[in-house]
């Protein structure tokens, strides 16, 4: 059923494109009148950013690198979507908001894979389970209000009852869900993970592309700043801040982007200054263009290869880090569920031989595997990703 | 020349097929090749990238690179196959009977240890000579191919040595067991004109004094007349041609081996100065210095006149790419000025403005590394269109068209990357994006020199039919005097950074000349197979 | 020769101005403290008399600049100054777990090292062999797993289900070595095994690296033995990486005791370190600090100062 039309760059263009937009547009439709219906106000909310992601989408099946098969598998991931969400209807209009995020993940996912199908198609078998267990990951965490049977925090049963039907993986020290919590523990552990990143990653490219550019003092004074802050070890840095400021999220989010823009503003600055050093930006410099051209369209398109890397990477890190810290005491406080804690909390069952506390510690294995399986394979393919 | 007629060969290659795996499964790249050679003779294997000339070199080691292997035939040396012959047994012959000098001595060598020591590693490990033998045998050898100070030489780390020097202490090494057979790999490739003969008048020396057989990988025609008894033209993993060398250079069959010869063909005729006209650019006294204050530009003054092309030639270290960089702005000079059209040029690029930028433009040597391969073709000559011209639109569209036009690529290249073409179709990417700008002044740093030879020919052309057609000046820096020769309307000499002869093309290559030029125009091989032996009879003469 | 001596006291020199900057980051962190430090010791309905003394005791009506040279030299004295929870002398507390972290790193390490030099160096001279992919495998599992998921599996495994090892390392000063090492068996092989991976992992992109340059090629074409190209030409040249390795390996190493001495209840520095950050004993917490750090500081210097002394063209200089 693919969408054949082809603009005047090879692009979809006209019917093909409009056709997958307005399908996917009509399936966010019945999802924000699910929502209103309910009675929630949300529904506003959730029809605007459905106009937004509709926007979008618009846009980039419109450019004319867009491939016809693009449209047709963000037609058919919406089609599948919608009829889940109709589904759960009732779940999904209780909670719009993760239904919209898991929506959003989704089709990101559909459309990237789309575009790159040709290299996805190359990649081993390991690799693709990678990516599979990430994007289900993403899904759960999105979705998590929506999986759980019971409450983040509810006491619904006795402690440490076994594995039954009531509760899959029975229950905890204090009686609560182990299940509902394994899955909330994903949406926070990840959900922080991913801001604590994107923070220390924005901040560390951001201050590795200026420095690898524009050169001289600036640089110079900038790596000797992340010298020092590196010579101390992110352990015991974020130990100590946490010390003098108390673990809170906030405190927690900004100590870890901290630590994490360093290595990032020095992996920046060593691939920006490869680049730097061919001719073509040389030939830019030459030309007039001024540092944020030079940037944006000539240094950092040609590295976003080992910064995607990059980033599983330190989503990785930062994720066992958190965990780590979390199963100190000194991370994620209770009552909000986090692998890392989860696991100092029934520790004691080990001793009895029991398995239950390394779940969630599994799973935090399970998902590390899995990104370095996906960013191994991506290192493997020096071609990157392409338009 | 040693040739033992009527004797077995001493390598015999048969209908050999190389495979290499890529991602896409494996592809041939050697289709079905013989050769022979005999005890004592040079055989020159000659062919453009890809002809496979490096891969038949190491075949003759018994060697395939990693990721390659030998998918059908035979290699016989001295009887003995090398197709499927064990590890042990090739190891047993390599740097014995066969040995290999790589293009280049500095990535070869190791440096963590000297070169007397790499000289004496496969004599000693073998057991045929002791440590004090191979040493006092190692410092014979450099005395034979006439380096400096042979006696001390050998105890320098690689990073010491200069790359000529390098080069002979590498073909030392070779002929440290005395083997049946070397195969040089493209020796002298990476090395100025002057060093090259040194380096090849050691081999010529080496190969004699021991009678030893020989395969000479280039690319170039007019050194292998001087090396080898019979030439090979490989093309696409493919023989074209063979046959002895007099017959190969006075009567080739094959038309490709015309077009390699005919690299040297009649020049372009120079267009004569205008007399009282303002040239387009001035360069006054200029001198220029890196940080810490080693001067690299002595006093240089030159002129480029409208519509003429001026060649700055000069080996490394000379100072031409300096000299563009000056222009440019890149290289604030510490000394004098630059005039352009009549009016001073502000020194720093940064001081320019967007009009005088525009109507400087600066083609590179090195293709693959100047265009950014994340942006198709229409987006890099879309960009000097809208920065300079303004222009939007259609009109920039139709502009864009037109300059694939000029540059002989379909309009259907626009949509390409970078790495989907070849060397030459980016070069006149490269070209177009400086015409896009409808610059006065197109500085050409080195723009043929990383290409195949019969591809630079073409850009040269195209650079010729397109002064003719628009009014541009070119300031062609190169090293290649034979391009000069056939494209240039003006000449200067450089050395050491300083100016050493310059004038019309007529002027500089006729005598009297400069002793400079005189070395530099010497230099260059031709294609008459006994030049190298007349050169060095002159030169002991002049010396002796 | 000089260049090279010139390099080193250069590098030296920036070693130790790192380690003053880091000790005054330490510093500063008590500082930023909110609220008083010695209201913090009394607690909060002390007299104001008794605050004040004591803040004239420990010195704190003193301008910072006098503050920060005064406790820098009590530290290079061996006197850290007193925990703000107990109230005892840091010193006291810090010296035996001192030796015991070290000690533990140090078998750690005695195991690690040559085990993953050894796999790194194998895995990478039989790349793509079935070796190496399980080499790979093995230690792409173990740097995705927590170290505390590590600890309690070896828990699980050698002292609950097979007895042999105590999940509890309550070792004191009295014990004999044997004791001692038996003790301390669990949380190295923990460390251990963190640590192995990720640095045979390095060992062997590095020695990949080195084996694909272009003289080891022609030591192959000169006819050289495979073990004449290890020996002879890979790994002359191979010091600089490998040992950039071990000391990046190793820094992580003193990182991962903490959680380590945590689990074990290992009386060490890190679990000091944890406990009180736990109750805020920002003194306490300094000081252990400070041993990390200069820990840290001190392998990433001997590292680079060993880097240099073995680079051939700082050796055999033009």
Same mark, same amino acid.
């Given at each position: 059923m693919?969408?054949?039309?082809?603009?005047?760059?090879?692009?979809?263009?006209?019917a093909?494109?409009l056709t997958?937009?307005?399908?996917?547009g009509?399936?966010?439709a019945?999802?924000?009148?699910?929502?209103?219906?309910?009675?929630?106000?949300?529904g506003?909310?959730?029809?605007?950013?459905?106009?937004?992601h509709?926007?979008?989408?618009?846009?980039?099946?419109l450019?004319?690198?867009?491939?016809?098969?693009?449209?047709?598998a963000?037609?058919?991931?919406?089609?599948?979507?919608g009829?889940g969400?109709?589904?759960?209807?009732s779940?999904?209009?209780?909670?719009?908001?993760?239904?919209?995020?898991?929506?959003a993940?989704?089709?990101?996912?559909?459309?990237?894979a789309a575009?790159?199908?040709?290299?996805?198609?190359?990649a081993p078998?390991?690799?693709m389970?990678?990516?599979?267990?990430?994007?289900?990951?993403?899904?759960?965490?999105?979705?998590?209000?929506?999986?759980?049977?019971y409450?983040?925090?509810?006491?619904v049963g006795?402690e440490?009852e076994?594995?039954?039907?009531?509760?899959?993986?029975?229950?905890?020290?204090?009686?609560?869900d182990?299940?509902?919590?394994?899955i909330?523990?994903? #949406?926070?552990?990840?959900?922080?993970?991913a801001?604590?990143?994107?923070?220390?990653?924005?901040?560390?490219?951001?201050?590795?592309?200026?420095?690898?550019?524009?050169?001289?003092?600036?640089?110079?004074?900038?790596?000797?700043?992340?010298?020092?802050?590196?010579?101390?070890?992110?352990?015991?840095?974020?130990?100590?801040?946490?010390?003098?400021?108390?673990?809170s999220?906030t405190?927690?989010?900004?100590?870890i982007?901290?630590?994490?823009?360093?290595?990032?503003?020095?992996?920046? #600055?060593?691939?920006?200054?490869?680049?730097?050093a061919?001719?073509?930006?040389?030939?830019?410099?030459?030309?007039?263009?001024?540092?944020?051209w030079?940037i944006r369209?000539?240094?950092?398109?040609?590295?976003?290869?080992p910064?995607?890397?990059?980033?599983?990477?330190?989503?990785?890190f930062?994720?066992?880090?958190i965990?780590?810290?979390?199963?100190?005491g000194?991370?994620?406080?209770?009552?909000t569920?986090?692998w890392?804690?989860?696991v100092?909390?029934?520790?004691?069952?080990?001793?009895?031989?029991?398995?239950?506390?390394?779940?969630?510690?599994?799973?935090?294995a399970?998902?590390?595997?899995?990104?370095?399986?996906?960013?191994?394979?991506?290192?493997?393919?020096s071609?990157?990703?392409?338009? | 020349?040693?040739?033992?007629?009527?004797t077995?060969?001493?390598?015999?290659?048969?209908?050999?097929r190389?495979?290499?795996?890529?991602d896409?499964?494996?592809?041939?790249?050697?289709?079905?090749?013989?050769?022979?050679?005999?005890?004592?003779?040079?055989?020159?294997?000659i062919?453009?990238s890809?002809?496979?000339?490096?891969?038949?070199g190491?075949?003759?080691?018994?060697?395939?690179?990693?990721g390659?292997?030998?998918?059908?035939?035979?290699?016989?040396?001295?009887?003995?196959?090398?197709?499927?012959?064990?590890?042990?047994?090739l190891r047993?012959?390599?740097?014995?009977?066969v040995?290999?000098?790589?293009?280049?001595a500095?990535?070869?060598?190791?440096?963590?240890?000297?070169?007397?020591?790499?000289?004496?590693?496969?004599?000693?490990?073998?057991?045929?000579?002791?440590?004090?033998?191979?040493?006092?045998?190692?410092?014979?050898?450099?005395?034979?191919?006439?380096?400096?100070?042979?006696?001390?030489?050998?105890?320098?780390?690689?990073?010491?040595?200069?790359?000529?020097?390098?080069?002979?202490?590498?073909?030392?090494m070779?002929?440290a067991?005395?083997p049946?057979?070397?195969?040089?790999?493209?020796?002298?490739?990476?090395?100025?004109?002057?060093?090259?003969?040194?380096?090849l008048?050691?081999?010529?020396?080496?190969?004699?004094?021991?009678?030893?057989?020989?395969?000479?990988i280039?690319h170039?025609?007019?050194?292998?007349?001087?090396?080898a008894?019979?030439?090979?033209?490989?093309?696409?993993?493919?023989?074209?041609?063979?046959?002895?060398?007099?017959?190969?250079?006075?009567?080739?069959?094959?038309?490709?081996?015309r077009?390699?010869?005919?690299?040297?063909?009649?020049?372009?005729?120079a267009?004569?100065?205008?007399?009282?006209?303002?040239?387009?650019?001035?360069?006054?006294n200029?001198?220029?210095?890196?940080?810490?204050?080693?001067?690299?530009?002595?006093?240089?003054?030159?002129?480029?006149g409208?519509?003429?092309?001026?060649?700055?030639?000069?080996?490394?270290?000379?100072?031409?790419?300096?000299?563009?960089?000056v222009?440019?702005?890149l290289?604030?000079?510490?000394?004098?000025r630059?005039?352009?059209?009549g009016?001073?040029?502000?020194?720093?690029?940064?001081?320019?403005?967007?009009?005088?930028?525009?109507r400087i433009?600066?083609?590179?040597?090195?293709?693959?590394?100047?265009?950014?391969?994340?942006?198709?073709?229409?987006?890099i000559?879309?960009?000097?269109?809208?920065?300079?011209?303004?222009l939007?639109?259609?009109?920039?569209?139709?502009?864009?068209?037109?300059?694939?036009?000029?540059?002989?690529?379909?309009?259907?290249?626009?949509?390409?990357?970078p790495?989907?073409?070849?060397?030459?179709?980016?070069?006149?990417?490269?070209?177009?994006?400086?015409?896009a700008?409808?610059?006065?002044?197109?500085?050409?740093?080195?723009?043929t020199?990383?290409?195949?030879?019969?591809?630079?020919?073409?850009?040269?052309?195209?650079?010729?039919?397109?002064?003719?057609e628009?009014?541009?000046?070119?300031?062609?820096?190169?090293?290649?005097?034979v391009?000069?020769?056939?494209?240039a309307?003006?000449?200067?000499?450089?050395?050491n950074?300083?100016?050493?002869?310059?004038?019309?093309?007529?002027?500089?290559?006729?005598?009297?000349?400069?002793?400079?030029?005189?070395?530099?125009?010497s230099?260059?091989?031709?294609?008459?197979?006994?030049?190298?032996?007349?050169?060095?009879?002159?030169?002991?003469?002049?010396?002796? | 020769?000089?260049?090279?001596?010139?390099?080193?006291?250069?590098?030296?020199?920036?070693?130790?101005?790192?380690?003053?900057?880091?000790?005054?980051?330490?510093?500063?962190?008590?500082?930023?403290?909110?609220?008083?430090?010695?209201?913090?010791?009394?607690?909060q309905?002390?007299?104001?008399?008794?605050?004040?003394?004591?803040?004239?005791?420990l010195?704190?009506?003193?301008?910072?600049?006098?503050?920060?040279?005064?406790?820098?030299?009590?530290?290079?004295?061996?006197?850290?100054?007193?925990?703000?929870?107990?109230?005892?002398?840091?010193?006291?507390?810090?010296?035996?777990?001192?030796?015991?972290?070290?000690?533990?790193?140090?078998?750690?390490?005695?195991?690690?090292?040559?085990?993953?030099?050894?796999?790194?160096?194998?895995a990478?001279?039989? #790349?793509?062999?079935?070796?190496?992919r399980?080499?790979?495998?093995?230690?792409?599992?173990?740097?995705?797993?927590?170290?505390?998921?590590?600890?309690?599996?070896?828990?699980?495994?050698?002292?609950?289900?097979?007895?042999?090892?105590?999940?509890?390392?309550?070792?004191?000063?009295?014990?004999?070595?044997?004791? #001692?090492?038996?003790?301390?068996?669990?949380?190295?092989?923990?460390?251990?095994?963190g640590?192995?991976?990720?640095?045979?992992?390095?060992?062997?992109?590095?020695?990949?690296?080195?084996?694909a340059?272009?003289?080891?090629?022609?030591?192959?074409?000169?006819?050289?033995?495979?073990?004449?190209?290890?020996?002879?030409?890979?790994?002359?040249?191979?010091?600089?990486?490998?040992?950039?390795?071990?000391?990046?390996?190793l820094?992580?190493l003193v990182?991962?005791?903490?959680?380590?001495?945590?689990?074990?209840?290992?009386?060490?520095?890190?679990q000091?370190?944890?406990?009180?950050?736990?109750?805020?004993?920002?003194?306490?917490?300094?000081?252990?600090?400070?041993?990390?750090a200069?820990?840290?500081?001190?392998l990433?210097?001997?590292?680079?100062?060993l880097?240099?002394?073995?680079?051939?063209?700082l050796?055999?200089?033009?």
């Amino acid at each position: 059923m693919a969408i054949h039309m082809t603009g005047r760059n090879g692009g979809i263009g006209g019917a093909g494109a409009l056709t997958a937009v307005l399908a996917a547009g009509l399936v966010l439709a019945a999802f924000a009148a699910a929502a209103l219906a309910s009675g929630k106000t949300a529904g506003l909310a959730v029809g605007a950013a459905a106009a937004l992601h509709l926007v979008l989408l618009a846009r980039a099946l419109l450019r004319p690198s867009a491939t016809p098969s693009a449209a047709t598998a963000i037609l058919l991931a919406t089609v599948v979507y919608g009829a889940g969400a109709l589904a759960l209807h009732s779940r999904f209009a209780a909670f719009p908001g993760s239904g919209l995020v898991g929506l959003a993940i989704l089709h990101v996912t559909v459309l990237t894979a789309a575009r790159q199908w040709r290299t996805l198609r190359k990649a081993p078998p390991s690799a693709m389970i990678g990516l599979a267990v990430t994007f289900a990951y993403a899904m759960i965490a999105a979705l998590a209000p929506l999986l759980a049977p019971y409450p983040e925090a509810a006491i619904v049963g006795s402690e440490y009852e076994p594995w039954g039907a009531d509760f899959v993986l029975g229950t905890d020290n204090l009686g609560r869900d182990m299940l509902s919590r394994l899955i909330f523990a994903t #949406r926070n552990t990840i959900s922080i993970a991913a801001v604590a990143t994107a923070l220390g990653f924005a901040a560390g490219a951001a201050a590795g592309l200026l420095a690898a550019t524009i050169g001289g003092w600036i640089d110079t004074a900038m790596g000797r700043v992340v010298d020092i802050l590196m010579a101390i070890p992110q352990l015991i840095f974020a130990l100590l801040i946490l010390t003098i400021v108390g673990t809170s999220i906030t405190s927690l989010v900004l100590v870890i982007a901290v630590v994490d823009a360093t290595r990032v503003f020095r992996l920046v #600055r060593a691939v920006s200054m490869n680049v730097l050093a061919l001719e073509f930006v040389e030939a830019a410099r030459l030309r007039g263009e001024g540092l944020l051209w030079i940037i944006r369209r000539e240094v950092l398109p040609n590295i976003t290869a080992p910064l995607i890397v990059e980033f599983g990477i330190r989503f990785c890190f930062v994720f066992l880090f958190i965990s780590s810290l979390s199963f100190l005491g000194l991370g994620i406080q209770p009552p909000t569920a986090d692998w890392g804690s989860m696991v100092r909390e029934n520790a004691a069952l080990i001793v009895y031989g029991d398995i239950t506390p390394l779940l969630p510690a599994g799973a935090i294995a399970v998902l590390a595997v899995a990104i370095n399986l996906a960013v191994d394979w991506f290192l493997h393919t020096s071609s990157g990703l392409k338009e | 020349m040693n040739t033992n007629a009527g004797t077995a060969p001493l390598l015999e290659i048969a209908g050999l097929r190389v495979e290499v795996t890529t991602d896409d499964g494996p592809r041939e790249v050697v289709h079905g090749v013989d050769l022979t050679l005999r005890r004592g003779e040079i055989l020159g294997l000659i062919g453009e990238s890809g002809a496979g000339k490096s891969t038949l070199g190491l075949a003759a080691l018994g060697f395939a690179r990693d990721g390659s292997r030998f998918s059908a035939g035979s290699i016989r040396f001295d009887g003995q196959e090398l197709v499927g012959a064990p590890e042990r047994q090739l190891r047993a012959l390599r740097g014995l009977r066969v040995a290999y000098v790589a293009q280049s001595a500095a990535a070869s060598f190791n440096p963590a240890h000297n070169l007397i020591d790499q000289y004496a590693e496969i004599p000693v490990g073998r057991g045929l000579k002791s440590r004090r033998q191979a040493q006092a045998e190692a410092q014979e050898m450099y005395r034979t191919l006439l380096l400096p100070d042979p006696g001390g030489i050998g105890y320098r780390y690689p990073h010491q040595v200069s790359g000529g020097q390098l080069q002979r202490a590498m073909i030392a090494m070779a002929m440290a067991c005395q083997p049946e057979l070397i195969v040089f790999d493209e020796p002298t490739t990476a090395l100025d004109v002057t060093t090259q003969v040194e380096v090849l008048t050691a081999i010529k020396l080496i190969v004699e004094k021991f009678g030893t057989a020989a395969l000479y990988i280039t690319h170039d025609l007019a050194v292998v007349a001087q090396m080898a008894d019979r030439i090979m033209v490989l093309r696409h993993g493919r023989v074209v041609e063979e046959g002895e060398t007099r017959r190969m250079l006075s009567t080739p069959r094959e038309a490709y081996t015309r077009d390699l010869l005919g690299l040297r063909a009649a020049a372009r005729p120079a267009v004569p100065a205008e007399a009282g006209e303002e040239p387009l650019l001035r360069v006054d006294n200029v001198s220029a210095a890196y940080g810490g204050g080693f001067k690299i530009l002595h006093d240089v003054s030159i002129a480029v006149g409208r519509r003429r092309t001026v060649a700055v030639v000069g080996e490394s270290g000379s100072g031409k790419s300096s000299l563009a960089r000056v222009i440019t702005g890149l290289l604030p000079p510490s000394e004098g000025r630059i005039l352009f059209d009549g009016a001073p040029l502000p020194p720093r690029m940064r001081q320019r403005s967007r009009a005088h930028l525009k109507r400087i433009q600066m083609i590179y040597q090195s293709p693959d590394t100047a265009l950014n391969p994340r942006q198709r073709v229409n987006e890099i000559l879309m960009r000097p269109l809208e920065f300079y011209l303004r222009l939007n639109g259609r009109e920039r569209q139709e502009r864009i068209d037109r300059l694939l036009e000029m540059i002989e690529l379909d309009p259907d290249y626009g949509q390409r990357f970078p790495d989907e073409l070849s060397g030459g179709e980016k070069q006149r990417v490269c070209i177009a994006r400086a015409l896009a700008a409808e610059p006065d002044l197109i500085i050409c740093d080195e723009v043929t020199s990383a290409l195949d030879q019969l591809v630079a020919q073409g850009i040269l052309k195209l650079l010729q039919r397109l002064q003719d057609e628009l009014s541009v000046s070119f300031l062609f820096i190169t090293h290649d005097l034979v391009t000069v020769k056939a494209i240039a309307d003006e000449i200067i000499v450089m050395q050491n950074g300083r100016v050493v002869e310059q004038g019309a093309r007529e002027t500089v290559l006729a005598p009297p000349h400069h002793p400079y030029t005189e070395l530099l125009l010497s230099s260059v091989p031709q294609m008459d197979p006994d030049w190298l032996d007349r050169l060095l009879a002159a030169r002991s003469g002049a010396t002796g | 020769m000089k260049t090279i001596l010139m390099l080193i006291a250069k590098r030296a020199a920036l070693g130790v101005a790192t380690l003053l900057v880091v000790s005054l980051i330490l510093f500063l962190g008590v500082e930023l403290l909110p609220g008083d430090v010695a209201q913090a010791i009394l607690g909060q309905d002390a007299s104001p008399d008794n605050v004040a003394n004591l803040r004239r005791e420990l010195g704190l009506d003193l301008p910072p600049a006098q503050r920060y040279l005064d406790w820098l030299g009590g530290v290079l004295h061996g006197d850290f100054g007193r925990s703000l929870a107990t109230g005892r002398e840091i010193s006291s507390l810090i010296g035996p777990r001192i030796l015991n972290t070290l000690f533990l790193a140090g078998f750690a390490a005695a195991i690690a090292v040559p085990l993953a030099l050894g796999l790194g160096v194998l895995a990478a001279v039989y #790349r793509n062999s079935v070796f190496d992919r399980v080499v790979n495998i093995g230690a792409l599992g173990s740097i995705s797993i927590p170290e505390f998921f590590l600890c309690y599996v070896l828990i699980l495994w050698l002292s609950v289900n097979l007895g042999i090892f105590p999940s509890i390392s309550n070792i004191s000063a009295d014990l004999s070595l044997a004791e #001692r090492a038996f003790r301390t068996v669990l949380p190295a092989l923990a460390l251990t095994i963190g640590v192995l991976a990720y640095m045979m992992r390095m060992t062997r992109a590095a020695i990949t690296n080195l084996l694909a340059r272009p003289y080891i090629q022609m030591a192959r074409l000169k006819g050289a033995s495979p073990g004449s190209v290890i020996v002879r030409h890979a790994l002359p040249n191979a010091f600089a990486p490998i040992i950039n390795v071990v000391a990046l390996s190793l820094a992580h190493l003193v990182v991962g005791v903490v959680v380590v001495e945590v689990i074990f209840v290992y009386p060490g520095v890190g679990q000091l370190l944890v406990d009180s950050v736990a109750r805020r004993d920002v003194t306490v917490v300094q000081s252990c600090s400070l041993f990390f750090a200069l820990t840290y500081v001190l392998l990433n210097l001997i590292a680079d100062i060993l880097a240099i002394a073995t680079n051939p063209r700082l050796l055999h200089p033009r």
